[in-house]
Nanobody
Framework: QVQLVESGGGSVQAGGSLRLSCAPSARTLFSYAMAWFRQAPGKEREFVAGIAWSTGRTSYGDSGKGRFTISREKDKRTAYLQMNTLKPEDTAVYYC????????????????WGQGTQVTVSS
């Protein structure tokens, strides 16, 4: 079955930056939209940012506004999340998701998911 592969997670000091990437392992996968979600311990998975594949139009959840930027490279079939001015509250597992039909901000709207990559921000 189709799967997404995330990379770029790790540990960083507060105020630092991190860039996550996501690509489908199956070359036949078509994604109408790709998105980043995150889940902190004891919390529900929340929408961070999304991008429409064809147009590049972006959207951001409350957690992704201002400091984060989502982008994509069509030829590489790769989506990115550039995270700047990271704060300890950004610590979470970050998940890449893809939807073949529509854009959205809800977990149940996405069909394909990566396994997640840990982002840890410390002082």
């Amino acid at each position: 079955q189709v799967q997404l592969v995330e990379s770029g997670g790790g540990s960083v000091q507060a105020g630092g930056s991190l860039r996550l990437s996501c690509a489908p392992s199956a070359r036949t996968l078509f994604s109408y939209a790709m998105a980043w979600f995150r889940q902190a311990p004891g919390k529900e998975r929340e929408f961070v940012a999304g991008i429409a594949w064809s147009t590049g139009r972006t959207s951001y959840g409350d957690s992704g506004k201002g400091r984060f930027t989502i982008s994509r490279e069509k030829d590489k079939r790769t989506a990115y999340l550039q995270m700047n001015t990271l704060k300890p509250e950004d610590t979470a597992v970050y998940y890449c998701a893809a939807n073949s039909r529509v854009t959205g901000t809800r977990v149940d709207e996405y069909e394909y998911w990566g396994q997640g990559t840990q982002v840890t921000v410390s002082s």
